[in-house]
T-cell receptor, first 113, second 115 residues
């Protein structure tokens, strides 16, 4: 198993540009989530999904969209990038939303200028 | 709502010394508790978890943590620090009775190990 994969690893955007961060898992996990990590802030939940076709907002959803058309994929879309979205983004998955034990991808480092 | 407080954003220990990373939580019900480790430029990796049963939980790389309900704590310890333990450590809590509630993470503690 590849586990949780994320692409790209690094990205630089200009303010106002849009892009999609890709996340995929091959463990047949129901639950997937996106976090952002900023210095001194820990991990903050952006959006999560408890299964294909079901998504919900986390703590910091503004400026981000998600969809879950398949069990394997959970892309995160930045609609109009802002410097405040400069961060490291992590995707995670778990077998079910009740198991809670999450497996993390390697992260995407995004810089918005 | 649950919350997690990690005391000390940075802890420094000498190689061979005891490692103690503190985590306190607030939860209205007995929670599930987790410790994750993040090595530089990597994702988070599960160290150990407490769900039910024995309150002393052993994890990977010689780490362990004890769930103390009376103190609402879940401190992480390792008897003898190794240089390879230098990393950032995150405590996380979840409510097992609320299915859709995701993990809530603390702000992390960076561990430095001095030779």
């Amino acid at each position: 198993n590849a586990g949780v994969t994320q692409t790209p690893k690094f990205q630089v955007l200009k303010t106002g540009q849009s892009m999609t961060l890709q996340c995929a898992q091959d463990m047949n996990h129901e639950y997937m989530s996106w976090y952002r990590q900023d210095p001194g802030m820990g991990l903050r939940l952006i959006h999560y999904s408890v299964g294909a076709g079901i998504t919900d907002q986390g703590e910091v959803p503004n400026g981000y969209n998600v969809s879950r058309s398949t069990t394997e994929d959970f892309p995160l879309r930045l609609l109009s990038a802002a410097p405040s979205q400069t961060s490291v983004y992590f995707c995670a998955s778990s077998y079910s939303y009740t198991s809670k034990e999450q497996y993390f991808g390697p992260g995407t480092r995004l810089t918005v200028t | 709502a649950q919350s997690v407080t990690q005391l000390g954003s940075h802890v420094s220990v000498s190689e061979g010394a005891l490692v103690l990373l503190r985590c306190n939580y607030s939860s209205s019900v007995p929670p599930y508790l987790f410790w994750y480790v993040q090595y530089p430029n990597q994702g988070l990796q599960l160290l150990l978890k407490y769900t039910t049963g024995a309150t002393l939980v052993k994890g990977i790389n010689g780490f362990e943590a004890e769930f103390k309900k009376s103190e609402t704590s879940f401190h992480l310890t390792k008897p003898s620090a190794h240089m390879s333990d230098a990393a950032e450590y995150f405590c996380a809590v979840s409510d097992p009775e609320t299915g859709n509630t995701p993990l809530v993470f603390g702000k992390g503690t960076r561990l430095s190990v001095i030779a």
